[in-house]
Structures are given as structure tokens and as C-alpha cells.
């Protein structure tokens, strides 16, 4: 699948009369003024996109910070957001892209077949010399995109379990290492990590500058963490956010789709028959 996007075919995108369906994911964790940074500047045309009210379900010990949302809300979302049947749609934040990958993965996983991320967010399109729009952007003609989900692979608690204790499957634990190793947990039940997950931060994925490593390193990379092109691969991280990012590095590597838990640490931990382990091995 095409993942990635750049600003020059933003531009040549516009310019062709293609212009495509922007989302403007401005979201991080223990940051909730995403709207107010979108007011103060954003790639003309793009729309906001509210992570925790469009992009997830109401949490719940049960699923979890950021339960996958009902499809039919979804697709009320998307069309308020301008997408067609056939649209081009680029998401990107401010962020790293990690915010930005859960609208790329959900839409994706609902079945539009040409979403993809802005490589570097909004730092790329600084850096190119690009113009901002500041305020609310106009609200664009409503879509008519018709959803269903299952377009990619999921795995529940009891599935990724199953795979992390399985010889011939990995799964990745995508947040912080201090997270997994359980020295810190700022925000879920318990610390530690589902046991038999290796540790694979998303923030690895990229440069410098926050764009993507090339295929060859991302590659490089997965497979010293055991991942080859037959191997089943499952992503976590804390509620199913950062652990999109991480299906797309994996993409970008040439990998199959790996399957995403939305229901992440902070449904297992919610979880007291689950096991917990710490430390850095699996």
C-alpha cells in the first residue's frame, strides 16, 4: 500500500484541480487544545479532526482509552470532513505523524483504499517555505464515502496473548521503553507489558526531523526485532494510537499488514486476570 505522501504532491494534487481531502489530527497525549493549534495555523483547506470524539469510541475499563469508533459514526465523521467515494485523503499532525496514523489506520481498516500520511506533519510543510490558514476553514461540501470495517487486520486481548506466546508470531509493543519495562506508567492501571511482547518504540521509525526512515532501515530494523516477510505480526501500545504508526513503518518496510489491538495496554491492564511482566526482555 502507498503510505506515505510529501508536501510537493500536496501541491501538485492542488494544482492538477485533485486537490485532496486534508486531516488536520492535532492530538498528544496530555494535550487537549488540538483545535486552538489548528486555529493558530494549518495547511489551507484542511479540516480538524477531534481524535478523541471522532476517532474513538467513549473510553471504558472494558475497551479501553480509545475503542475502536461504531462504523456508521465513522462514516458520519468522514463525510463531514468532505470525503468521496475515491477521494485522496492526507492526514498529518504536529506530532511525529502519530496522532495522524490513526486517522490513516481507521480509515484504512473501514475500507477507503487511498489514505496516507504526510511524511514530516506540519514541520515538512514549514520547512518547504508553505503558507498557513489560520481560524476555521469553511466546512467542505459533504462527502458520500460508504464505510465498512475489516479492511485491516485486529487482534482482541485474548488474540494478541496468543500470538506474543506463540514461536512463529511477534508482537510489538510500540510505546516508550521506560513503559514497557514497567518504570513509569503515567496513565493506565499497571505498568509492565504483555508478556512475550518486544519492545519497539514507534519514535525509532524516524529521523530527525520526523519523517519515516527509509524502507531499507525501517526493514533493517523490524527484522532484528524477529519480523520477516511470513512471520504474523501483531502492534499495541498504550490505547491504540502510537501502535497505528507503527502498521504504517511496518508497511513502508514492505511488510504485510500487521494487526493492530485497539483495545492496547490500557484495556490488558484494566484487566486483573491479565498477566503483567517488566524488565527489558519479553
Known amino acids: 500500500m502507498t503510505v506515505l505522501a510529501d508536501v510537493h ?3 501538485a494534487l492542488t494544482d492538477a484541480g485533485r486537490p485532496p481531502v486534508l486531516l488536520d489530527v492535532r492530538w498528544a497525549l496530555g494535550d487537549p487544545d488540538g483545535r486552538q493549534h489548528y486555529r493558530a495555523g494549518h495547511l489551507p483547506g484542511a479540516v480538524y479532526v ?3 470524539a471522532e476517532l474513538a469510541a ?3 475499563a472494558a475497551a479501553g482509552r480509545h475503542p475502536l469508533p461504531d462504523v456508521a459514526d465513522l462514516q458520519a465523521a468522514a463525510r463531514r470532513w468532505g470525503i468521496r467515494t475515491g477521494s485522496t485523503v492526507i492526514a498529518y499532525d504536529d506530532w511525529n505523524t502519530m ?3 490513526r486517522a490513516w489506520w481507521l480509515l484504512r481498516w473501514a475500507g477507503v483504499a487511498d489514505v496516507r500520511l504526510l511524511d514530516g506533519g506540519l514541520r515538512a ?4 517555505g508553505l503558507p498557513l490558514a489560520t481560524g476555521e476553514a469553511p466546512p467542505p461540501e459533504p462527502g458520500d464515502v460508504v464505510l465498512a470495517g475489516g479492511a485491516l487486520p485486529t487482534l482482541d486481548a485474548d488474540g494478541t496473548g496468543a500470538l506474543a506466546a ?3 508470531g511477534v508482537v510489538l509493543d510500540a510505546r516508550a521503553g521506560e513503559r ?3 518504570e513509569v506508567e503515567p496513565v493506565d492501571p499497571r505498568a509492565g507489558h504483555v508478556p512475550g511482547a518486544v519492545s519497539a518504540p514507534t519514535a525509532a521509525n524516524l529521523d530527525d526531523d520526523g519523517r519515516f526512515l527509509p524502507p531499507a532501515a ?3 530494523r523490524f527484522a532484528a526485532l524477529g519480523v520477516a516477510d511470513s512471520t504474523p505480526v501483531g502492534v499495541y501500545c498504550g490505547s491504540g494510537v502510537t501502535a497505528a504508526h507503527e502498521v504504517a513503518a511496518l508497511a513502508v518496510a514492505g511488510f504485510g499488514a500487521a494487526a493492530l489491538y485497539p483495545g492496547s495496554w490500557s484495556q490488558w491492564s484494566a484487566d486483573p486476570t491479565r498477566p503483567a511482566a517488566t524488565g527489558p526482555t519479553p
Open 9 to 11: 504532491e500536496i501541491v
Open 218 to 220: 525501517l526493514r533493517e
Open 99 to 101: 496522532a495522524a496514523a
Open 166 to 168: 506463540a514461536a512463529t
Open 180 to 182: 514497557y519495562r514497567g
Open 58 to 60: 467513549p473510553p471504558s
Open 125 to 128: 510543510w514549514r520547512s518547504a
Open 50 to 52: 477531534d481524535l478523541d
